[in-house]
């Protein structure tokens, strides 16, 4: 059977049709399986096994071969450097690897699955201790798992037509692979985004209970958890927590099981911008250490062999968090993790906006108020104005009285100097309102842009456009008030996302050169005219282009940026066509950088 010249093209269909079955299944492990079974079916091997890339190790989960051998191999794990080491030992034959006996150390082969038959003397013929493998990659070269194959046909070491045909199996098999785990990811970021769906849809408008309610309900059916918390607090990291959902609402399930979390968050998971997994039997927790214990109490009390714990917030505000128990320790996948993220995100913006909403209520409260005192105080300052002016006119014309010039003089002076102290102190009053501390620290303009691309990416998803951020390797640092600068990178990037047309790019460019630093914004989007341009930085300026009015907007923004700019000695321009799209840019003078980061120019 070792020379396959004259079935070679045989062998070509089989593994043709059996392709052709594996590209159509939905299902990996069917598809491992079938990969399997075709190098025992078409080539003639009596064992072939794949493993599967799971983090650090390869897994074996697919076999073919005799059933005694199955439970042997199955679920075999590998550390993926053992392999890699391996690998380094042997012969190549092409993409396919050789390890002769008498090369493998004893290590692995203690741990290694070894045929039970006394070998050949035929130096032609298959050892037990022999290994020949088939690394399976992508398309794009990433490595997804690794094919053994042992018993080649007649026994022999197989022949350069065995290896051809082996090596289109590999090459199609890890193609496959990678198709069928394109078709899991697809379907598992379809499951996540119909979560993030559903807490992004939450009626907040009826109240912010009720959303948490939702919300809280759409995350347990989501990630099968065996009990979900919402927390959050009204007054930023240190107030008393404000309002608590939970799902399912059960006697032992309220809020006030958890610890106060704000201590750790704020130290650890909030810091890193990450959420937390925490497992019962975990004896430490690096971002959780105070919570750790109590933490593992309430997992205990619910049934729960793990947790997800996810700081809620917008920009520098931690508003509150969100807790997922599970009853597996199993870690959640990164694709999951990311949509835990998205939805504390999500769940920020709900929150940070019901508590603007409160804000907004109490200060049309206090407006009114201040109405209010308004009045009262030009009816006061009317009356105080008045009463000395009166004083003055009178005396005034009691000076052509020559009796009476000296007492009309001093009273005159007298009113005169009320009313000079009544002026200086209602213009000194004038100044304090008015008054701004401009914080002037090392702001990194990378950052700002990353937390403003987070913070606008969900709006830029669902308007359907692309986006891109292009950053040196380090910081990029201004002197300035980090609140002022992000609310100005966050409007330029803001308004590319707002009128910019599905199916566009958004693209984000932070560089510096020796005296300046710049962020450029970049759209595809409707695009300025001239005459616009020339008052696009003017208080209350809108659009004479049609389409862009039809997008709200109060025309401030921008003259607001442009005045931060100038306080900070820095400026902003713009670069448009209508119709084709503009480009933005803040530059701002650069700091010094004080840990030695961003020491040459990005490309």
């Not at 080539?43 to 897994?59: P, Q, T, Y």
Request: charged share 25%; glycine share 8%.
């Amino acid at each position: 059977m070792q020379d396959l010249d004259p079935s070679r093209a045989e062998g070509v269909r089989r593994l043709f049709d059996l392709m052709r079955r594996v590209n159509s299944s939905t299902d990996t492990a069917g598809v491992l399986e079938e990969i399997a079974g075709g190098v025992v079916e078409v080539l003639g091997f009596g064992v072939a096994a794949i493993a599967r890339l799971e983090g650090d190790f390869l897994v074996m989960t697919a076999y073919a071969g005799p059933d005694e051998i199955r439970a042997q191999i199955i679920g075999r794990r590998t550390p993926k450097q053992r392999i890699m080491d391996e690998f380094r030992q042997a012969d190549r034959w092409g993409i396919l690897r050789f390890v002769p006996h008498g090369r493998v150390d004893d290590e692995f082969l203690d741990n290694a699955w070894i045929p039970d038959y006394e070998p050949d003397d035929d130096p032609e013929a298959w050892h037990p201790e022999d290994a020949l493998y088939a690394p399976l990659y992508s398309a794009t070269g990433e490595l997804l798992g690794n094919m053994a194959v042992d018993f080649p046909p007649d026994n022999r070491i197989p022949n350069q037509a065995l290896r051809d045909l082996l090596e289109l199996f590999v090459v199609q098999a890890g193609l496959a692979l990678s198709n069928a785990q394109q078709r899991e990811r697809l379907a598992e970021q379809v499951r996540l985004g119909e979560i993030v769906k559903d807490v992004a849809m939450a009626p907040s408008l009826v109240g912010l209970g009720s959303t948490l309610e939702r919300s809280v309900e759409a995350l347990s059916h989501g990630f099968g958890a065996v009990q979900t918390w919402i927390r959050c607090f009204p007054d930023g990291e240190m107030g008393r927590s404000e309002h608590t959902a939970c799902y399912p609402a059960r006697a032992g399930a309220a809020g006030g099981d958890l610890p106060d979390l704000r201590p750790d968050l704020v130290r650890g998971a909030w810091v890193q911008g990450a959420a937390v997994h925490l497992t019962v039997e975990a004896e430490r927790s690096r971002v959780l250490p105070e919570a750790r214990a109590a933490l593992q109490a309430v997992m205990r009390q619910h049934g729960a062999r793990s947790m997800v714990v996810a700081p809620l917030g917008v920009g520098v505000e931690l508003l509150g968090y969100l807790v997922v128990m599970r009853a597996t320790e199993a870690v959640l996948s990164e694709q999951e993790m990311s949509a835990v993220r998205e939805i504390a995100r999500e769940l920020g913006r709900i929150v940070l906006n019901a508590r603007l909403y409160e804000r907004e209520s109490r200060l049309v409260a206090e407006l009114q108020e201040l109405d209010r005192y308004k009045g009262e105080l030009i009816a006061t300052i009317s009356h105080e104005l008045k009463t000395p002016l009166t004083s003055i006119i009178g005396h005034t014309e009691l000076l052509d009285e020559t009796e009476h010039a000296s007492r009309s003089v001093q009273a005159i002076a007298r009113n005169a100097q009320r009313l000079n102290q009544l002026i200086a102190n209602l213009l000194n009053y004038s100044r304090v309102q008015d008054k701004r501390e401009h914080v002037r620290t090392t702001v990194d303009l990378t950052e700002l842009a990353q937390n403003s691309l987070e913070l606008l990416q969900f709006q830029a998803e669902a308007a359907g456009l692309r986006w891109s951020l292009g950053r040196p390797d380090g910081k990029v640092t201004v002197l300035g008030d980090p609140d002022e600068l992000g609310r100005v990178v966050d409007n330029i990037i803001g308004n590319a996302v707002k009128y910019s047309r599905p199916g566009g790019l958004v693209a984000v460019c932070v560089r510096y050169d020796d005296e300046t630093a710049e962020v450029a914004v970049s759209d595809t989007g409707l695009g300025i005219s001239p005459i616009d341009q020339t008052h696009l930085f003017s208080a209350f300026h809108r659009s004479s282009n049609p389409e862009a009015l039809s997008i709200p907007g109060t025309g401030l923004g921008l003259a607001i940026a442009r005045r931060i700019a100038d306080i900070h000695g820095g400026d902003i321009s713009v670069e448009s066509q209508l119709g084709e799209g503009s480009t933005f840019r803040l530059r701002l003078p650069r700091a010094d950088c004080l840990d030695g980061a961003a020491s040459a120019p990005a490309s």
